[in-house]
């Protein structure tokens, strides 16, 4: 069933780009459609199959890399996280397939779009069913390949292609990390096989890895080198500077791969490593408080940006730091289970934007919209779904993750865990804020377009709103639904995921104080009144504001100026370095070496004698005196002759 | 084995080609077309005959296979002495693969003395395979000197507007280089009283001869590779070349360097080796770091990749002086798969500069859409060279850095910020050549690859995937020899350990701190 999984979306990722000219826009429409819609079937089975009773296991299909003693095979690992996963990416990415339909109507490369679709859920399928870390990196490059490929789909647009390379070297800067991460741990246990690392994880507690001349707590230095890696993929505060700028990419792009599926996959790694991670408390501090610093700047900019896909972005940069400090709590579960939910609600969210855009005729500036919502209707009902999804209100899927996230933060009862309660709260409110920003400045006030465009504002054609049902059915009713399997007294994760029991912060996040569990709510029912004061009942509001506190405002705009830092931190100095290098191997390599030799030999040629002239008797120079030379040195040093 | 002569017969076939090109006599255009075919058949043949040696092959022996003995100069105790292992196995194969390749890369873009180019390549065909397959030390120098004379030709009669300056430089490197290493064999020959490679391999010399000797081959082995910093012929030489004359220089020549670390630093000199390990991990890093910075700035399509080149040696060199299996391992692999990747990338240059006369980059831009098959092609290999798991590429990288981790976890770290740089110039190089607006009508207009070349580029995708998914097709072919090579290793530098004076080992390792500055 695994094989169904994971092979019909590689399989339509070749017919369509191969044979895309022969299939025709429809036939590859066709193909790849097919193709993850067969996935996400045999996935849902699997699901019940797998999650809902029984165990798990591994398929081996064959020998990839063997050298000495270091073996890896092509494998499918399948337990109730990767089935977990499995059924998330190939929801999400039929659904976004199916949509792609109707939104790339108006593309010429509509068989390229849908094969690179394709070719993500292979690669994305590949990582989460990795049985070691080869394959998973194979997966994680993969979906990096991927994910360029789709930003930078419009490659005639300068700016798509700048945010494609910044997202693959920005994610390759993660990738050092996780590479560094695989050595270690097959320095440390002689295997990458997930099996073997996790059985002897606990042995392993005490030893040491030395690194960098140093010695360090062995598990430790793993799991931050490995983390590295999921800050990149996830992005992370540090790491995350490739996201906004992915946003590029067409929008249903921004929904599979930049929302829903590929940066969950640092979560991913950190929970399928959770046998690891209990026995390296240093690391999950760090991924707790990195995790809550992202949630909270990453919704500070998110209060200031006008691009509505920006918003987004940068809301969901502040989800995943949700996720991260979840994890650094060890409330793996929860973790996965607000993936899960966030999967529906914000690919839902990036898609109902790109049925906005799409009415808009391609204008995804918030200020040149407004006074729509009853033009596009469904489009606007569907926004709010996901938007009371988002900010958690009761009863929608992200109340029911988001709320045992910050629960199980505050019941760590440890500094780093209140830290990262707080910084949620504070990022719920401006979430909520935020949402609501966007839902007021897109579809109420005055219309702020030209007259052309909101002439031309039409609902999207039911191919792009058949999908949207899909997943506001999941924005509504995934957290109930699956509250128990996920994060219940019985969850289903047996040995999938490990907590050690004095780390439960699960259990213990069912027996917080009342408050704790109503803030959530509160603060983000404050969020909204203050969007509704900002947006709609005061206009002016917002200027005022802004002018008061210049400065935050500028930094907050400006993203903390993680860009600029960066490109004269790094890429400028690296394009400086490069040119010095070049001269010094004009200037002095070659000035001291051929040339020089070269100028030399011909001087003294010209002194010696006119009778010969040509490079060859300069070579024959050269190599007299080197052989000359060398003779006499080994002579000399070893006093012996031949 | 057998009593057939396979690997004289692959080393001169090409050679009878040349006697019968010579032989062609009539009118210009014929005798350049009959002398196409002629020397596309030899190289074909010989492919033929490599295919059937790589099946031929027994991959559970190390020992040298298909071997051949006679005495050649007697008085000297010079012999012929042909032989491969599961790592010249993989060269042989790889020189004889490209040569084709090279001829029919050729067919339009030599207008000159056709004839004349054809022979060079099948001359240098004969020394390349020759190199690999000589087990005698002379004949191994004999060779591998050889090789620079119909390169030199190559470069400097059909190639572009420098070609002098650079074939020059090629040559004053290489043959510096050699001179040293024709030393150090007349020295091993002085001592060991032979030349046959197996048996200096069973006799390693002295500790303090060993350093000597391994620094004068290292001199020459650095320049062919290249190592940082004699690797500034590599960039002229790359650009002014013909297409197919880069092809085999970064194809097949390179690997020359590696393999005779394989053959002679490794094992003839295991203790030097271990000693000089660190000097080589610097070099490499230095090799890796720099020079992706330098690819980073560059202008021209060709110096681009040369400097590409260089970086992606360094892993080799990291890897095989790592002395572990991932690590030797991932340097053969690495090399092979680099033979492979950026002769392509040379070929995919190759095919623009045919149509439009320049390697300027910005002279392109936009290119997909009007060479859509080219774009694809040129973007798996590109992918390749940046090292993505799935293509041959990545197996090679990430070999050498596993091997690196293990002996010195800075070093490792440091060379994998190359996976970085690399993936920085590659992309970069790609999106100016083939994404973004259509600038240069000239550009705009070229058409896509035409038959041969897609008949050119195709194996070669399907060979970086398909090492990219399943190595160990080659792997289980090199591993035993591999094996045995470093069980001779350890086995010397052990009981070298144990027996050699402390004394004179400060006092040699003084004297060494001058050469080796890095570490």
Same mark, same amino acid.
């Given at each position: 069933?695994?094989?169904?999984?994971?092979?019909?979306?590689?399989?339509?990722?070749?017919?369509?780009?191969?044979?895309?000219?022969?299939?025709?826009?429809?036939?590859?429409?066709?193909?790849?459609?097919?193709?993850? =819609?067969?996935?996400?079937?045999?996935?849902?089975?699997?699901?019940?199959?797998?999650?809902?009773?029984?165990?798990?296991?591994?398929?081996?299909?064959?020998?990839?890399?063997?050298?000495?003693?270091?073996?890896?095979?092509?494998?499918?690992?399948?337990?109730?996280?990767?089935?977990?996963?499995?059924?998330?990416?190939?929801?999400?990415?039929?659904?976004?397939?199916?949509?792609?339909?109707?939104?790339?109507?108006?593309?010429?490369?509509?068989?390229?779009?849908?094969?690179?679709?394709?070719?993500?859920?292979?690669?994305?399928?590949?990582?989460?069913?990795?049985?070691?870390?080869?394959?998973?990196?194979?997966?994680?490059?993969?979906?990096?390949?991927?994910?360029?490929?789709?930003?930078?789909?419009?490659?005639?647009?300068?700016?798509?292609?700048?945010?494609?390379?910044?997202?693959?070297?920005?994610?390759?800067?993660?990738?050092?990390?996780?590479?560094?991460?695989?050595?270690?741990?097959?320095?440390?246990?002689?295997?990458?096989?997930?099996?073997?690392?996790?059985?002897?994880?606990?042995?392993?507690?005490?030893?040491?890895?030395?690194?960098?001349?140093?010695?360090?707590?062995?598990?430790?230095?793993?799991?931050?080198?490995?983390?590295?890696?999921?800050?990149?993929?996830?992005?992370?505060?540090?790491?995350?500077?490739?996201?906004?700028?992915?946003?590029?990419?067409?929008?249903?792009?921004?929904?599979?791969?930049?929302?829903?599926?590929?940066?969950?996959?640092?979560?991913?790694?950190?929970?399928?490593?959770?046998?690891?991670?209990?026995?390296?408390?240093?690391?999950?501090?760090?991924?707790?408080?990195?995790?809550?610093?992202?949630?909270?700047?990453?919704?500070?900019?998110?209060?200031?940006?006008?691009? =509505?896909?920006?918003?987004?972005?940068?809301?969901? &940069?502040?989800?995943?730091?949700?996720?991260?400090?979840?994890?650094?709590?060890?409330?793996?579960?929860?973790?996965?289970?607000?993936?899960?939910?966030?999967?529906?609600?914000?690919?839902?969210?990036?898609?109902?934007?790109?049925?906005?855009?799409?009415?808009?005729?391609?204008?995804?500036? &918030?200020?040149?919209?407004?006074?729509?919502?009853?033009?596009?209707?469904?489009?606007?009902?569907?926004?709010?779904?996901?938007?009371?999804?988002?900010?958690?209100?009761?009863?929608?899927?992200?109340?029911?993750?988001?709320? =045992?996230?910050?629960?199980?933060?505050?019941?760590?009862?440890?500094?780093?865990?209140?830290?990262?309660?707080?910084?949620?709260?504070?990022?719920?409110?401006?979430?909520?804020?935020?949402?609501?920003?966007?839902?007021?400045?897109?579809?109420?006030?005055?219309?702020?377009?030209?007259?052309?465009?909101?002439?031309?504002?039409?609902?999207?054609?039911?191919?792009?709103?058949?999908?949207?049902?899909?997943?506001?059915?999941?924005?509504?009713?995934?957290?109930?639904?699956?509250?128990?399997?996920?994060?219940?007294?019985?969850?289903?994760?047996?040995?999938?995921?490990?907590?050690?029991?004095?780390?439960?912060?699960?259990?213990?996040?069912?027996?917080?104080?009342?408050?704790?569990?109503?803030?959530?709510?509160?603060?983000?029912?404050?969020?909204?009144?203050?969007?509704?004061?900002?947006? =709609?009942?005061?206009?002016?509001?917002?200027?005022?504001?802004?002018?008061?506190?210049?400065?935050?405002?500028?930094?907050?705009?400006?993203?903390?100026?993680?860009?600029?830092?960066?490109?004269?931190?790094?890429?400028?100095?690296?394009?400086?370095?490069?040119?010095?290098?070049?001269?010094?191997?004009?200037?002095?390599?070659?000035?001291?070496?051929?040339?020089?030799?070269?100028?030399?030999?011909?001087?003294?040629?010209?002194?010696?004698?006119?009778?010969?002239?040509?490079?060859?008797?300069?070579?024959?120079?050269?190599?007299?005196?080197?052989?000359?030379?060398?003779?006499?040195?080994?002579?000399?040093?070893?006093?012996?002759?031949? | 084995?057998?009593?057939?002569?396979?690997? *004289?017969?692959?080393?001169?076939?090409?050679? /009878?080609?040349?006697?019968?090109?010579?032989?062609?006599?009539?009118?210009?255009?014929?005798?350049?077309?009959?002398?196409?075919? %002629?020397? $596309?058949?030899? *190289?074909?043949?010989?492919?033929?005959?490599?295919?059937? %040696?790589?099946?031929?092959?027994?991959?559970?022996?190390?020992?040298?296979?298909?071997?051949?003995?006679?005495?050649?100069?007697?008085?000297?105790?010079?012999?012929?002495?042909?032989?491969?292992?599961?790592?010249?196995?993989?060269?042989?194969?790889?020189?004889?693969?490209?040569?084709?390749?090279?001829?029919?890369?050729?067919?339009?873009?030599?207008?000159?003395?056709?004839?004349?180019? %054809?022979? /060079?390549?099948?001359?240098?065909?004969?020394?390349?395979?020759?190199?690999?397959?000589?087990?005698?030390?002379?004949?191994?120098?004999?060779?591998?000197?050889?090789?620079? +004379?119909?390169?030199?030709?190559?470069?400097?009669?059909?190639?572009?507007?420098?070609?002098?300056?650079?074939?020059?430089?090629?040559?004053?490197?290489?043959?510096?280089?050699?001179?040293?290493?024709?030393?150090?064999?007349?020295?091993?020959?002085?001592?060991?009283?032979?030349?046959?490679?197996?048996?200096?391999?069973?006799?390693?010399?002295?500790?303090?001869?060993? @350093?000597?000797?391994?620094?004068?081959?290292?001199?020459?082995?650095?320049?062919?590779?290249?190592?940082?910093?004699?690797?500034?012929?590599?960039?002229?030489?790359?650009?002014?070349?013909?297409?197919?004359?880069? #092809?085999? $220089?970064?194809?097949?020549?390179?690997?020359?360097?590696?393999?005779?670390?394989?053959?002679?630093?490794?094992?003839?000199?295991?203790?030097?080796?271990?000693?000089?390990?660190?000097?080589?991990?610097?070099? *490499?890093?230095?090799?890796?770091?720099?020079?992706?910075?330098?690819?980073?700035?560059?202008?021209?399509?060709?110096? $681009?990749?040369?400097?590409?080149?260089?970086?992606? %040696?360094?892993?080799?060199?990291?890897?095989?002086?790592?002395?572990?299996?991932?690590?030797?391992?991932?340097?053969?692999?690495?090399?092979? *798969?680099?033979?492979?990747?950026?002769?392509? @990338?040379?070929?995919?240059?190759?095919?623009?500069?045919?149509?439009?006369?320049?390697?300027?980059?910005?002279?392109?831009?936009? +290119?997909?859409?009007?060479?859509?098959?080219?774009?694809?092609?040129?973007?798996?290999?590109?992918?390749?060279?940046?090292?993505?798991?799935?293509?041959?590429?990545?197996?090679?990288?990430?070999?050498?850095?596993?091997?690196?981790?293990?002996?010195?976890?800075?070093?490792?770290?440091?060379?994998?910020?190359? !996976?970085?740089?690399?993936?920085?110039?590659?992309?970069?190089?790609?999106?100016?050549? #083939?994404?973004?607006?259509?600038?240069?009508?000239?550009? /705009?207009?070229?058409?896509? $690859?035409?038959?041969?070349?897609?008949?050119?580029?195709?194996?070669?995708?399907?060979?970086?995937?398909?090492?990219? !998914?399943?190595?160990?097709?080659?792997?289980?072919?090199?591993?035993?020899?591999?094996?045995?090579?470093?069980?001779?290793?350890?086995?010397?530098?052990?009981?070298?350990?144990?027996?050699?004076?402390?004394?004179?080992?400060?006092?040699?390792?003084?004297?060494?701190?001058?050469?080796?500055?890095?570490?």
């Amino acid at each position: 069933m695994e094989l169904l999984v994971v092979f019909p979306p590689l399989i339509a990722f070749l017919l369509a780009f191969l044979f895309g000219k022969s299939l025709g826009d429809k036939g590859a429409q066709l193909v790849t459609c097919s193709g993850v =819609i067969i996935a996400a079937i045999s996935s849902i089975v699997l699901f019940f199959d797998v999650a809902m009773g029984g165990h798990g296991y591994t398929t081996l299909l064959a020998p990839w890399v063997t050298s000495g003693d270091f073996s890896v095979n092509w494998a499918l690992k399948v337990d109730q996280l990767s089935v977990v996963m499995m059924c998330v990416i190939t929801i999400v990415s039929s659904c976004v397939h199916v949509y792609s339909v109707g939104y790339m109507s108006h593309d010429d490369a509509k068989a390229r779009f849908m094969s690179y679709l394709s070719l993500f859920t292979f690669a994305m399928l590949m990582l989460v069913t990795a049985d070691n870390l080869l394959q998973l990196f194979f997966g994680w490059e993969g979906v990096g390949l991927a994910s360029y490929l789709l930003i930078g789909f419009w490659n005639q647009k300068h700016s798509a292609n700048a945010a494609a390379i910044k997202a693959f070297v920005v994610n390759r800067v993660g990738d050092f990390g996780l590479a560094l991460g695989l050595f270690a741990t097959f320095a440390l246990f002689g295997s990458i096989e997930f099996t073997t690392i996790f059985e002897e994880a606990p042995e392993m507690a005490d030893s040491v890895l030395s690194f960098f001349g140093h010695e360090f707590h062995a598990l430790t230095l793993i799991g931050l080198l490995l983390f590295i890696g999921a800050m990149g993929k996830s992005a992370q505060l540090g790491l995350h500077t490739w996201l906004p700028d992915a946003m590029e990419g067409p929008t249903p792009v921004s929904a599979l791969i930049h929302a829903a599926t590929m940066v969950t996959a640092g979560v991913f790694l950190v929970a399928r490593f959770s046998p690891l991670y209990e026995y390296a408390p240093t690391a999950l501090i760090v991924v707790t408080v990195v995790g809550a610093c992202t949630a909270f700047v990453a919704a500070t900019i998110g209060l200031t940006q006008f691009d =509505i896909k920006r918003v987004i972005a940068y809301s969901t &940069m502040s989800q995943l730091g949700y996720m991260f400090f979840a994890l650094g709590v060890s409330a793996y579960g929860a973790a996965m289970f607000h993936l899960m939910t966030h999967a529906f609600f914000k690919a839902l969210l990036f898609l109902g934007a790109g049925s906005v855009i799409h009415a808009m005729s391609d204008e995804q500036d &918030m200020r040149k919209m407004g006074g729509i919502y009853n033009k596009i209707p469904i489009t606007y009902a569907l926004m709010w779904i996901g938007s009371l999804a988002l900010a958690g209100m009761p009863f929608f899927a992200g109340y029911y993750s988001k709320d =045992i996230i910050l629960e199980a933060a505050f019941a760590d009862h440890s500094w780093w865990g209140e830290f990262a309660f707080w910084m949620g709260i504070a990022a719920a409110l401006m979430t909520a804020f935020y949402s609501w920003r966007l839902l007021f400045m897109t579809f109420h006030g005055k219309p702020r377009a030209s007259k052309k465009v909101m002439s031309h504002i039409h609902e999207s054609p039911p191919v792009m709103l058949g999908p949207l049902f899909v997943l506001a059915t999941g924005a509504v009713l995934a957290g109930f639904v699956f509250y128990e399997a996920f994060v219940g007294h019985h969850a289903m994760w047996h040995e999938a995921i490990k907590v050690l029991e004095a780390n439960d912060t699960i259990t213990a996040a069912h027996h917080v104080p009342f408050w704790v569990k109503k803030l959530p709510i509160g603060i983000g029912l404050i969020g909204i009144a203050l969007a509704y004061l900002f947006y =709609i009942s005061k206009p002016k509001l917002p200027e005022a504001t802004v002018k008061r506190v210049k400065p935050l405002h500028t930094l907050l705009f400006n993203k903390w100026f993680f860009d600029e830092l960066y490109d004269a931190a790094f890429v400028k100095s690296s394009f400086k370095l490069g040119k010095l290098f070049w001269c010094t191997d004009k200037q002095v390599v070659d000035r001291f070496g051929p040339d020089g030799a070269a100028g030399t030999s011909n001087k003294i040629a010209a002194l010696l004698s006119r009778f010969q002239s040509g490079y060859v008797f300069q070579y024959a120079l050269v190599m007299m005196i080197a052989v000359i030379g060398l003779i006499s040195w080994f002579v000399f040093k070893t006093g012996q002759g031949f | 084995m057998f009593d057939f002569p396979l690997l *004289s017969i692959m080393t001169f076939l090409p050679l /009878a080609g040349v006697l019968i090109i010579l032989l062609i006599r009539g009118d210009e255009k014929v005798v350049a077309q009959n002398a196409k075919y %002629m020397a $596309l058949y030899t *190289s074909l043949f010989t492919l033929a005959f490599a295919v059937f %040696m790589y099946l031929k092959f027994d991959p559970s022996s190390a020992d040298f296979q298909f071997t051949e003995q006679s005495n050649w100069l007697a008085p000297l105790g010079l012999k012929y002495h042909l032989g491969v292992d599961g790592i010249s196995m993989l060269f042989v194969l790889l020189s004889a693969a490209l040569t084709p390749v090279c001829i029919l890369a050729s067919w339009e873009s030599i207008k000159k003395r056709v004839k004349e180019y %054809m022979m /060079a390549f099948l001359v240098l065909e004969c020394f390349m395979i020759g190199t690999f397959c000589a087990l005698d030390s002379i004949l191994f120098y004999v060779f591998f000197e050889g090789v620079l +004379i119909p390169m030199f030709l190559i470069i400097g009669v059909w190639g572009g507007e420098r070609r002098v300056y650079s074939a020059y430089k090629f040559f004053l490197y290489t043959l510096l280089g050699s001179v040293l290493m024709l030393l150090a064999l007349l020295t091993l020959y002085v001592q060991v009283g032979t030349t046959d490679i197996p048996t200096l391999i069973e006799n390693p010399v002295a500790r303090d001869l060993q @350093l000597w000797l391994w620094l004068a081959v290292f001199a020459s082995f650095a320049v062919k590779m290249p190592m940082w910093p004699v690797h500034t012929w590599l960039p002229d030489a790359h650009v002014e070349a013909p297409t197919a004359g880069s #092809v085999i $220089l970064a194809g097949v020549l390179l690997k020359m360097g590696g393999y005779g670390f394989l053959r002679f630093s490794l094992p003839m000199f295991p203790e030097a080796s271990e000693f000089f390990a660190p000097l080589v991990f610097g070099l *490499s890093i230095v090799a890796i770091i720099y020079t992706s910075l330098v690819a980073l700035v560059q202008e021209d399509m060709k110096k $681009l990749i040369a400097y590409s080149s260089v970086a992606h %040696m360094g892993f080799v060199t990291l890897g095989i002086f790592t002395a572990t299996r991932y690590g030797v391992e991932g340097g053969i692999f690495q090399m092979l *798969s680099h033979g492979l990747i950026s002769g392509a @990338l040379f070929l995919c240059v190759g095919v623009v500069y045919d149509r439009l006369h320049t390697r300027e980059i910005a002279r392109y831009g936009g +290119i997909v859409k009007n060479m859509p098959k080219y774009a694809t092609v040129f973007m798996i290999f590109t992918l390749g060279s940046v090292g993505l798991p799935g293509t041959s590429g990545f197996v090679g990288e990430f070999l050498s850095l596993l091997g690196a981790f293990q002996v010195n976890t800075v070093v490792a770290a440091f060379a994998a910020t190359g !996976v970085i740089l690399g993936a920085a110039y590659m992309l970069l190089l790609y999106r100016r050549v #083939v994404f973004g607006p259509q600038e240069n009508k000239d550009a /705009a207009k070229m058409p896509d $690859l035409n038959k041969r070349e897609i008949a050119l580029l195709a194996p070669i995708v399907v060979l970086v995937l398909w090492l990219g !998914v399943s190595p160990n097709i080659v792997m289980e072919k090199v591993s035993p020899s591999v094996e045995k090579l470093l069980t001779h290793y350890e086995e010397q530098v052990g009981s070298a350990a144990q027996s050699n004076d402390l004394d004179e080992l400060h006092e040699m390792g003084e004297a060494e701190m001058l050469e080796g500055g890095e570490e």
